[in-house]
T-cell receptor
Framework: DGGITQSPKYLFRKEGQNVTLSCEQN?????MYWYRQDPGQGLRLIYY???????QKGDIAEGYSVSREKKESFPLTVTSAQKNPTAFYLC????????????FGSGTRLTVV | GQSLEQPSEVTAVEGAIVQINCTYQ??????LSWYQQHDGGAPTFLSY????GLEETGRFSSFLSRSDSYGYLLLQELQMKDSASYFC????????????FGKGTKLSVIP
């Protein structure tokens, strides 16, 4: 079945370390997104990509980086510059030109220890 | 920019009907979507309104009035499994539309 796979499900990071969250989709979707969710909050856009080798900053890109070397993959790196990285991270995808019906992965819960 | 406002919590009785409202302020608006998220889970797409009016999908309906910058999600015949958070999301951006989400409404269904 098609879908989005995020790994790991839980991740613990020491302060000052960079960590990379994986996101892989087999839906043949063009566009991929990273959202951050804090308790009791909505989803805030970190980065998005409409095509391979191209990506744009979202509303809260500071302290994060991404790459899009393959259509299927859109990893997110949380760098040591991100001051408050503890959150639930969600990856999503959709076809270009479609503004609804996003498919989400099951998320990665990152905790800084 | 976009902002979407929705109530933070709603409680309703099993079998009843509940309406979750969403108002928005936006420029370049491209439609309103609704997503359901159970605790610790992934959001799942419920409904979309690109034009004014009512869209019905089973027990769920969604309404949009672009002139009023207002929409709502209507859940009928509530079941315990409907206890979840519900997010409205507005589409913006040309090409690959970006979604801006409201902060979510936590629905508690009680017996």
């Amino acid at each position: 079945d098609g879908g989005i796979t995020q790994s790991p499900k839980y991740l613990f990071r020491k302060e000052g370390q960079n960590v990379t969250l994986s996101c892989e989709q087999n839906l043949n979707h063009d566009a991929m997104y990273w959202y951050r969710q804090d308790p009791g909050q909505g989803l805030r856009l970190i980065y998005y990509s409409q095509i391979v080798n191209d990506f744009q900053k979202g509303d809260i890109a500071e302290g994060y980086s991404v790459s899009r070397e393959k259509k299927e993959s859109f990893p997110l790196t949380v760098t040591s510059a991100q001051k408050n990285p503890t959150a639930f991270y969600l990856c999503a995808s959709t076809q270009n030109g479609v503004n609804y019906g996003y498919t989400f992965g099951s998320g990665t819960r990152l905790t800084v220890v | 920019g976009q902002s979407l406002e929705q109530p933070s919590e709603v409680t309703a009785v099993e079998g009843a009907i509940v309406q979750i409202n969403c108002t928005y302020q936006t420029s370049g608006f491209y439609g309103l979507s609704w997503y359901q998220q159970h605790d610790g889970g992934a959001p799942t797409f419920l409904s979309y309104n690109g034009l004014d009016g009512l869209e019905e999908t089973g027990r769920f309906s969604s309404f949009l009035s672009r002139s009023d910058s207002y929409g709502y999600l209507l859940l009928q015949e509530l079941q315990m499994k409907d206890s979840a958070s519900y997010f409205c999301a507005g589409g913006t951006g040309a090409g690959s539309y970006q979604l801006t989400f409201g902060k979510g409404t936590k629905l508690s269904v009680i017996p």
